[in-house]
């Protein structure tokens, strides 16, 4: 500092304490009640760690809060200097922080406001210092693609920039989405598949409080194409709460594709991630191609296959199930395979009720008890009377399903079904055990093991003679001749089968 400058400094300060004023830090200065007091809410990203170091340093942590102050940060940049070759050669860093001073007790505002600033930095990409410094700055960039710092999707790749998530890959990345990112297209012909990523993936950015805070922001599809700006002014909008913000397009189609490309072309650190669903994408698809090639996003295909050994074990433990023997995650792999994405998770969410309170391992007899039974469940007594030989039994369970008003060709096509379930655990070449493995819609617990006992019993043969009898029945039934009673001629072809296992 010059001489001159010193005098200035001492002159005005001189002046200012005459004139009574005093700096907001002095001892007995305004801001002095505020020190040790402020508790600011947990920063999220770089520039809010920032600014919370930053201000801790200048007001100090605070051990005994009396105030809590939010705020949300936004950055931008804005070009300031062109080369003659129209080169962007300096920009302006422009910040801007919306905060509110609250009550922590009672939640309410007490006061609120705006601040502004900017600095300025170089795009030449001129380094000073050690060359070796300016090849690991170039390694940084796009140089090593296995270094620790990059996401697990792109590891191993030189370029990371615009790409597909392979199906390997995608799971993880669903699971730990990174946030720099301006987008994800998530697309596939299963709807509720696609819904559960998509779920996932937003969950994951903005956290299990995210939509409460009005951190996201959803568009139809429809409205998005009557109005192109919607998407670019949710990507840029500032909520109150802080924290990662995701706007998220649904029913999304190639009528969208210059919308989205414009908010893409637009987005900037800090703005809103884009999460758009669609349905299913052909490769020339406008949407699909925009994702798959820019810069700065994914894309990601939903295809229709059951979910892996590691996807089930984390839907157990999000469902608090952790204790699961070997059988019984079999049993719930042969399930998985068998439901809809949305079925299973309901039905693993069946189960964790059923084991509340329950220290015992998960077992088959448990996923047997609440996995979905077939369209046959209603009639499991009649043909486990008619399957076990039990002939006598059969006339007063038909009364009372006649009272119940099941159909005669309803219940002839359950026990033809039945029965042709048993023929096929007969007859595989690899034994009963392979075959009820083959069975779909599977079975589980007790149930398999009676099928495959009453299988035994039976044999191929005679199982495959009650097969033609009872297509014989159902013919008979759906004949203008018929004359006898529909469900005496079913009675009949019950008791028949039973005789000849009793035999």
């Not at 300060?13 to 007091?37: I, S």
């Not at 696609?194 to 937003?202: E, G, K, N």
């Not at 072309?265 to 884009?274: N, S, V």
């Not at 042709?420 to 083959?438: E, F, K």
Request: hydrophobic share 45%; proline share 7%; glycine share 8%.
């Amino acid at each position: 500092m010059s001489w001159y400058n010193r005098r200035l400094f001492l002159f005005s300060a001189a002046a200012l304490a005459g004139c009574g004023f005093t700096p907001a830090f002095a001892p007995g200065g305004a801001a002095t009640r505020l020190q040790g007091r402020v508790l600011v809410d947990e920063p999220s990203s770089r520039p809010a760690y920032l600014l919370t170091r930053r201000f801790e340093e200048r007001m100090g942590r605070a051990d005994a809060a009396r105030y809590g102050l939010s705020y949300s940060i936004a950055l931008n940049d804005a070009a300031i200097a062109v080369s003659p070759a129209n080169v962007i050669t300096r920009y302006n860093k422009i910040g801007k922080v919306t905060w509110a001073l609250r009550d922590p007790e009672t939640d309410k505002v007490l006061t609120s406001g705006k601040a502004e600033s900017f600095t300025s930095y170089s795009a030449s990409g001129h380094h000073r210092g050690h060359p070796g410094s300016r090849a690991r700055c170039r390694g940084a960039a796009d140089g090593d693609p296995d270094r620790p710092d990059r996401h697990p999707a792109d590891r191993g790749r030189r370029n990371p920039a615009g790409m597909k998530l392979a199906p390997r890959d995608a799971p993880g990345y669903f699971a730990r989405p990174d946030p720099g990112r301006a987008g994800l297209l998530i697309f596939g012909a299963d709807a509720m598949r696609v819904a559960l990523r998509r779920q996932q993936v937003i969950a994951a950015l903005i956290g299990p409080e995210g939509e409460k805070e009005m951190r996201l922001a959803r568009i139809a599809a429809a409205d998005l194409a009557r109005d192109p700006a919607l998407l670019a002014d949710a990507m840029r909008a500032q909520g109150f709460f802080p924290g990662p913000r995701v706007a998220f397009v649904e029913d999304a189609s190639d009528r969208v594709a210059e919308a989205v490309a414009a908010a893409l072309a637009d987005w900037r650190e800090g703005d809103a991630q884009i999460v758009v669903a669609a349905g299913a994408l052909k490769p020339a698809s406008r949407l699909r191609k925009l994702f798959e090639g820019h810069k700065n996003a994914y894309a990601a295909a939903i295809y229709d296959e059951p979910p892996s050994r590691a996807e089930i074990e984390a839907i157990l433990r999000q469902a608090g199930l952790s204790d699961v023997d070997g059988e019984a995650m079999r049993d719930l792999t042969v399930l998985a395979r068998a439901l809809d994405p949305g079925d299973f998770r309901q039905t693993v969410e069946k189960i964790a009720l059923y084991k509340l309170d329950d220290a015992t391992p998960l077992a088959p007899a448990d996923i047997a008890a609440c996995a979905p039974v077939s369209v046959e469940a209603d009639l499991d007594d009649i043909l486990q009377i008619v399957a076990e030989a039990r002939a006598a039994e059969i006339g007063p369970v038909m009364s009372r399903l006649r009272a119940q008003g099941v159909q005669p060709v309803g219940l002839c096509i359950a026990a033809a079904r039945h029965f042709r379930a048993l023929y096929t655990v007969a007859s595989d070449p690899g034994g009963p055990g392979q075959g009820i493995a083959r069975l779909r819609p599977p079975v589980f617990g007790p149930r398999r093991e009676r099928m495959q006992r009453r299988a035994q019993a039976w044999g191929a043969e005679r199982l495959q003679a009650a097969v033609t009898l009872l297509t014989d029945t159902d013919l008979t039934l759906r004949s203008a001749a018929r004359t006898a009673p529909a469900m005496a001629l079913v009675e009949r072809a019950l008791i028949r089968p039973a005789m000849m296992r009793g035999s």
